[in-house]
């Protein structure tokens, strides 16, 4: 079992820079999609992942839908998504998530899931049909899939991202050697072979990683010169925030000058778009993704 790092009375106390504020979500956008994703009993990971962007996002009326339910069968000590047994999953959420979409009327279309390694498939069918229905309701609207560690199961990978996505997203999260301590249910070099094989099967391809967790700048450029060998598209760059005292602590906050430096350095090593900033997470700008 991985112990995470006790939570010392200075890191509790450590106040957030300015450059961390967000506005409270207000506005009839942000009440629109807040009433749709009640009314289709809907998870979004901008809920239970806590995203600082959502007031931003669902007043644009968009956000970001979680499938396959709410509870994950992964613990990584960063997420603030509940960790357990998952229930049985819904065959109708396809269709409720599509028709969602529709009624909201995006243009572009972010999806995600909980990991769900219990299942022989990994949810790898809930994925291709939720996006199978979302292109048949709304042909017209471009989607991006964030999809988990398939625990190498590549015909589950192939079925994940075959229903016609236009990007497909798998978040690295952290360095090498931080992976023990912040995804030790997953594997650095496992989520690098996901990443090119996705690319090998014609799709475009993005990740994620968190800054503050105690990485250096030397393991960031080494995890730049990884993806970009790797066939890695579009790389996001933001801080970590420690969702409870229970989840691992932030080691620094990152200066906004630092995250200019890495957008420069991750174009200038290989990667087509970085998309670096302390409030930057996986899905922000997503619709600016797609033609890159």
């Not at 396959?68 to 047994?85: E, H, I, M, P, Y």
């Not at 790797?230 to 790389?235: F, K, R």
Request: charged content about 30%.
């Amino acid at each position: 079992m991985i112990e995470l790092p006790v939570i010392s009375e200075e890191a509790t106390r450590r106040k957030k820079p300015d450059w961390l504020r967000v506005k409270l979500p207000i506005g009839k956008e942000y009440a629109k999609v807040r009433k749709l994703v009640d009314e289709h009993k809907l998870h979004t990971i901008c809920e239970s992942g806590n995203c600082p962007n959502m007031g931003e996002c669902w007043g644009a009326g968009t956000a970001t839908f979680m499938i396959l339910g709410n509870v994950c069968t992964r613990s990584c000590s960063f997420c603030a998504v509940a960790t357990g047994r998952p229930p049985e999953y819904d065959t109708d959420e396809p269709r409720r998530v599509a028709e969602a979409i529709k009624l909201m009327g995006v243009k572009h279309a972010v999806i995600t899931s909980v990991n769900r390694d219990e299942l022989k498939d990994k949810g790898a069918e809930i994925w291709y049909q939720t996006v199978v229905q979302t292109k048949e309701l709304s042909p017209s609207t471009t989607i991006e899939t964030l999809i988990p560690d398939v625990k190498s199961n590549w015909d589950a990978l192939y079925r994940m991202i075959d229903g016609g996505q236009e990007v497909v997203s798998h978040n690295m999260e952290t360095v090498g050697s931080l992976y023990r301590r912040v995804r030790p249910q997953a594997k650095y070099d496992r989520s690098l072979e996901q990443i090119k094989l996705t690319k090998e099967y014609g799709k475009r391809t993005k990740t994620g990683i968190m800054l503050g967790l105690g990485e250096t700048k030397e393991e960031v450029f080494k995890a730049m010169d990884d993806l970009a060998a790797h066939g890695c598209d579009i790389l996001t760059l933001g801080q970590y925030l420690q969702p409870t005292k229970m989840h691992i602590e932030v080691a620094e906050f990152i200066h906004p000058d630092m995250f200019d430096m890495y957008r420069e350095e991750g174009l200038k090593r290989g990667l087509k778009y970085v998309e670096s900033g302390p409030l930057v997470r996986s899905s922000y700008h997503a619709e600016r993704h797609v033609n890159v």
